[in-house]
């Protein structure tokens, strides 16, 4: 990903999440495109061979499915996981797939059952749509803003913040995400007689305790408010 300029201050991460959109809405086309094509179908009865390929293209793509995600989650990555969402349809698909050739198999004792591809065709193009849909949602929320949610994640940010010793409690923290790093806006509170430069000097030591520990926060932003201090 490209670092910061003079006209994006805070990078480029975004990009990600409208490339993730665009995924989505190929993934969509592609799930309108299926269903198209299952209209007027040639009913085909396919081998039980096909079956078995189909079995082993589940367990493939689920290996890899489940990879990419773990990896996409690991970096916070969101072209990733709307990768691995892509690789969970195909998955499902061919699952779909698979049923669909053991019901035509048995379409000579119930006629009904030739019909399962074009069934099954319509089930796995409108299960695509749903995917491509849900990639478009969840991009689409973070890059309009949203900020992190995750309360382990933010509960351990907090842990850090108070350790140190002179600030007095967190008024505001906001988490926004950029793609795979975020920006953190902060209002904290320390004792209303300590000097500016003092001030400015924790300021600096939170904020670099806060990038050695989560190396994902990337920006941010410290405001100071005055603390008065009751003494016994």
């Not at 039980?48 to 996409?72: C, E, P, R």
């Amino acid at each position: 990903m490209r670092p910061a300029d003079e006209k994006h201050p805070y990078g480029h991460g975004k990009i990600e999440y409208i490339t993730s959109i665009i995924i989505g809405i190929i993934i969509m086309s592609l799930g309108f495109s299926v269903i198209k094509n299952s209209i007027g179908k040639e009913r085909i009865i396919p081998s039980l061979l096909v079956a078995f390929i189909t079995i082993i293209t589940v367990i493939a793509k689920y290996i890899l499915s489940t990879y990419i995600m773990k990896k996409g989650k690991e970096y916070q990555n969101m072209i990733l996981i709307a990768s691995a969402e892509e690789s969970k349809t195909d998955v499902i698909s061919s699952i779909i797939v698979f049923l669909s050739v053991v019901f035509m198999q048995l379409s000579n004792i119930v006629s009904l059952f030739g019909y399962a591809d074009i069934l099954a065709t319509i089930i796995v193009g409108i299960f695509i749509i749903n995917i491509g849909f849900q990639i478009i949602r969840d991009n689409l929320s973070v890059l309009i803003g949203e900020q992190e949610t995750n309360q382990e994640y933010l509960n351990k940010l907090k842990d850090i913040i108070l350790s140190i010793e002179e600030i007095k409690h967190i008024d505001t923290l906001t988490l926004l995400k950029y793609g795979s790093y975020y920006k953190l806006i902060l209002t904290i509170s320390m004792n209303e007689n300590i000097s500016l430069l003092n001030a400015h000097n924790i300021t600096r030591k939170l904020e670099k305790k806060i990038k050695r520990k989560l190396e994902n926060i990337s920006y941010i932003t410290i405001h100071m408010e005055p603390c008065k201090i009751e003494k016994n």
